[in-house]
């Protein structure tokens, strides 16, 4: 019996010094020992990894067959051209957002959702979807079954040299409408401008994009796959353009302004300096 009282009393004492107390009595215990200190040490970095871990399940539910992909998936097969309006109209107008904030290219009330949002939501739903639709669909029936090494490097050629270039040109026209070109020449010279500078990027993203697909993507997953990589290139010349128009119009304001200071549109008519 006073073998196991004894036994006892030493689980109670470990516990106490753990938990950072005194001993049973009120006295002082022995210092914590190095793995009790180590594993303190280590429980807020894998408290994090867990936490990490549980918002990414949250957001993809994992690769299941009741994750996020899965559904998205199975409304591809069920209905594709629908699904993809839905997508690509919702990836327009976040990407015209995003894009302004990334700019700060604010409207006249100073929000970054202006005009342009809803437009760009029309564009992704009603024309680059059908487009992108009919295409990505004759250029897989195109290479149907065809895996050899040659295959591959025409399908990356045909994606360049043929269909880039028509949803470019598409693009670039309603990119000219949605800013207010209503003429046919404004139309082609925002064409003409914009052409190469979009095709040198298309043809420096899209082979590594398509090459990425083919090695690592089945054909049913490449619709969402070329939606963000378009979502991401989009952005980016979105925003740069939006920029490059902004230091514009602030240089053209500089230079319309007097050496007095004022602005040419301030200047009272018979005024020094006026009209």
Not at 73 to 99: C, H, N, V, W, Y
Not at 186 to 192: G, N
Request: hydrophobic content about 40%; overall charge positive.
């Amino acid at each position: 019996m006073s073998q196991v009282k004894f036994e006892r009393k030493e689980d109670i004492r470990i516990t106490d010094n753990i938990g950072g107390s005194s001993g049973p009595r009120g006295g002082r215990g022995p210092p914590p020992s190095a793995a009790a200190a180590a594993a303190t040490a280590t429980a807020a970095p894998a408290h994090k990894e867990g936490l990490l871990h549980e918002a990414g399940a949250a957001l993809t539910k994992g690769a299941g067959p009741n994750g996020y992909l899965a559904w998205y998936l199975k409304k591809l097969q069920e209905d594709p051209l629908r699904t993809k309006m839905i997508t690509s109209g919702s990836l327009a107008a976040l990407q015209e957002f995003l894009a302004s904030w990334i700019a700060k290219d604010r409207n006249k009330d100073g929000h970054y959702f202006t005009s342009r949002v809803p437009k760009m939501a029309v564009y992704g739903a009603f024309v680059s979807a059908p487009l992108g639709h009919v295409m990505i669909s004759l250029l897989q029936r195109l290479f149907a079954g065809r895996t050899s090494l040659k295959s591959k490097i025409m399908q990356i050629l045909v994606s360049n040299l043929l269909i880039a270039p028509i949803q470019n040109a598409v693009y670039l026209t309603s990119m000219a409408v949605i800013a207010g070109a209503r003429t046919f020449h404004q139309i082609r010279a925002t064409v003409r401008a914009g052409f190469m500078p979009v095709m040198k990027v298309s043809w420096i993203t899209s082979p590594v994009a398509l090459a990425f697909a083919q090695a690592f993507l089945p054909a049913e997953t490449w619709v969402p796959f070329f939606n963000m990589v378009g979502f991401v290139i989009g952005t980016y010349i979105n925003a740069h353009t939006k920029k490059k128009r902004l230091q514009a119009l602030r240089r053209k304001y500089q230079e319309g302004r007097g050496q007095d200071g004022r602005s040419e549109y301030d200047r009272k008519p018979g005024a020094p300096g006026g009209y």
